[in-house]
Structure formats: C-alpha cells, structure tokens
DNA sequence: CACTTGACCTGTCCGC
DNA sequence: TGCGGACAGGTCAAGT
C-alpha cells in the first residue's frame, strides 16, 4: 500500500499520539511480522518509553528510551493503528475508523501501553515487519546507507532528480521511479500520476528522457507528493492512518486506476498496460513512446 | 554488472 | 454459486 504521502500521514499520526508512553506488553502471532525479537523484548521493549517517531523513505521507526527502536514496513497491507484507550465504539460508529475492531484476524503485532492505550500492527497479506534495532545502529543498515534522497526535501532539486534518475539510464522511467534505491518513497500511485503530469510514457527508457522532461517530471512528483500528504495519502483497499481513517487523495487522481475513464486534461480513454511488471495507467494521447 | 522475473501472502473480482 | 486465474499500494533473491 503505503507510499511516501501515507507513511508520512502515519507518522504525523504517531508522533502526536505514541510519544511518552511506555510499554507493557507485546504479542506478536505471525513470526515473519516481528522476525528478530526473541529475549529482546523483556530487555528493549517492556518499560520502555516512546521518544520519537521518525520515517525514511516508506520505513517508520519508533524511538524508544531503551535506545532501540523498533523498524517498520508496511509494505503492501501494513496499517498502524492507534486505540487511545478503552473507547471501543464497535463497527457502526459514525467516526468510521477501525479503532475499536481490533484486534482482528490480520492483527500481527500488538504494542501495549502502561495507560491501557494500544498500538496494532494489521497487515492483510504478511509481507511487512516489525524489527528491533539499536537506534544507533540505524544509520548503517543496508537500506539507509543505499536509499535515495527524500523528494519533498529542499535539496532535492530537479538536477539532483536527473543524476539519481541516470544510475538506471537502460530501464523504463518508472522502474527507476520505482527503485529505492533512485529516490526515496516514490511507489505505483505516485509513479504513475507524476508521469501523466509530466505527459511521459512510463516505458521511455531513462537515457532518451530530455532534461526539460525531467525537469516537469521533478515538478509533478513533488506538487503530487504534497497533495496526497495534505488529502491524507490514497487509500485503495486496505490503507488506514494511525486513527484507522481513510485519506481521500484517489478523489484527486488523474489516471491511477481510471482506466475506462477520461483524461482529466484531454478527454482521451485512459488505457492500463503493464510497465517494470506493474499495473500502469497512461492517457494514450498525452503519453506516446 | 544491469536488468527482469518469480516469490512472499491473503483477499477480491471477473469470466466460465 | 463454485472454481480458477489474474491482480493488488512493495521488495528481495534468483534468474538471464
């Protein structure tokens, strides 16, 4: 699911909501969802408190005082779902959010506070995790060390964009959109929107990209990636924010999964094809190879 | 090395 | 309705 904008909408939630609190207790019923806690728990996690919530990319890390912090992906289903404490207002509550149904059958993880508050880690299809690393640590990991720049951040400019973008000059435009490795945080939503608004085909390989293509490209990326941070990220299926809301960004897409729809600037079908083995959605006439 | 293709999982939707 | 197959916001390990 989560792409930058829902990580980040995530990680706002948490960072007002989990800071200060300590931990009592933890479960975990899936072992690949929390794969290297053992012994660790009792020492790094009970009485521990929340320090600070951070994001990288579409990795959350929650800082404890034990100065551990636990690593999260929510990959495709992941959600974090905070339950501030025993305000359980059932399934036909107004306020429309999950708080107060979990834990259900795709809970994983269930984080437990001194004060009867809970934070819950639902992940439908398993692929997320939950790890436990020495926050000093963090820094030299595999990911942090190969991820690419943050593109809502300053520095990021378009000239930066065009030099990252160049480490995959032989594959598609939105393989190297996609790749972690590239620039942080872009997945299938994002791509496929920055490209319509650039009026790039995703299948143009990287190299026959001019730079004033890049340069609406660089434009796109970060106007789109703003937009669904302040709509609250997208949510398709499963994705929910800490308060087990939906964001509202797909009522402000332009071609992901409109295929069958018009093109919001040219009235042409939009078509769905598949690019670096992902659904793709293009307007046909205002994205040509 | 650069790049592409399965595999990891569960659930839903679509055609027969 | 039932059943099979394709597909879903992401990344890896393995393949070419």
Known sequence: MPELPEVETVRVGLARLLPGRVISEVSHDWPKSFPNVQADVDTFL??????????????????????????????????????????????????????????????????????????FFNDQRKFGWVKLLPTVEIPNIDFMRKVGPEPLLADFTWQVMRDRLQRRKNTSIKAALLDQTVIAGVGNIYADESLWGAKIHPATLVRSVSDAKIKLLHRALVDVLALAIEKGGSSNHTYVNAEGKKGSYMNFANVFRRDGQTCPRCGTTIIKLKVAGRGTHICPKDQTL
């Open 46 to 119: 009970l009485k521990a408190s929340v320090t600070d919530v951070r994001r990288r990319a579409k990795v959350l890390f929650i800082d404890l005082s034990s100065k551990y912090s636990l690593v999260i992906h929510l990959k495709m289903t992941g959600q974090l779902v905070f339950d501030s404490a025993n305000e359980h207002f059932g399934a036909g509550h107004p306020n429309q959010s999950l708080i107060g149904q979990l834990p259900d059958k795709s809970t994983r993880v269930i984080l437990e506070f001194e004060d009867g508050s809970t934070l």
